[in-house]
């Protein structure tokens, strides 16, 4: 199974990618088990949604084996458009939704950390959006949500650089809330706990202003023209040949 689901005694439903060989690449697979989580997320009984990795991975982004076979824009275009949909479904979940960053995130990793509302650390974890280095830009919509997310002039440092940073560096630029050297899942069930006695009506409530904020600076829109570049990228000789040497030398 490339995915597990497992409802947590707080009332949290967390969804972990279950492909330690693959550092947790994104596949089509996991692509249909984040829109079954986040499908159940919307039950009344649900209080919140973490994603999380299995093994020493978050999420190392797309599975390039797999998607390395798609050439044109048309058919990159395919992929990212329905990963873009299922980050943006999650961005706007009205429940509180959490990263928790086991291990390295890249790329596409990095996309689905920041569509969640709050990002927790392990202590030594790296993270970055590499997408630079194998030409192209962020294709499913992670840009455009960093871009919310932190300060501008930060996220664009860190979409440009391509550069992979270590916990205290994505701490001190605003991308990670809390850092824990200890135990993953007890730091996430503190972090909840801030929450608890509260209705989940007020808080969906809340986060339902910054939906309406996004929608109303066409969020959606932004993202898809995200997608177009990303494609007409994609099926470049650059992308393919970086791709093919990145797999090559792995």
Known sequence: MAYKLINMPGG??????????????VNYAVMDGLKEAIRLSKEPYVTGLVITG?????????DLSIFHGLITADEAKQMLSRMAGILYELMT????????LNGTAVGGGCELAAACDFRIAKDGIRAG?????????TGWGGGTILLERMQPS????????????SAKELM????VDVITDGELFQACEEFFTDNDGKE????SAYKQMLVRKWRAASLWERIEE????????????????KVAAFLNKR
């Not at 001190?172 to 991308?175: M, N």
């Open 12 to 25: 949290q439903l967390v969804f972990s990618i279950e492909r330690p060989e693959r550092r947790n690449a």
């Open 54 to 62: 299995s093994g020493n991975a978050f999420c190392s982004g797309g």
């Open 129 to 137: 959006f590499i997408q630079g280095r194998l030409g192209i830009t």
């Open 154 to 165: 930060k996220a664009l440092k860190m979409l440009a650089s391509a550069k992979v940073y």
């Open 200 to 203: 989940i009506g007020v808080l």
């Open 93 to 100: 979940l009205t429940k509180p939704t959490v990263a928790l």
């Open 226 to 241: 995200e997608v177009g570049q990303c494609s007409l990228l994609w099926e470049t000789d650059a992308h393919h040949e």
């Open 172 to 175: 001190e630029i605003g991308f």
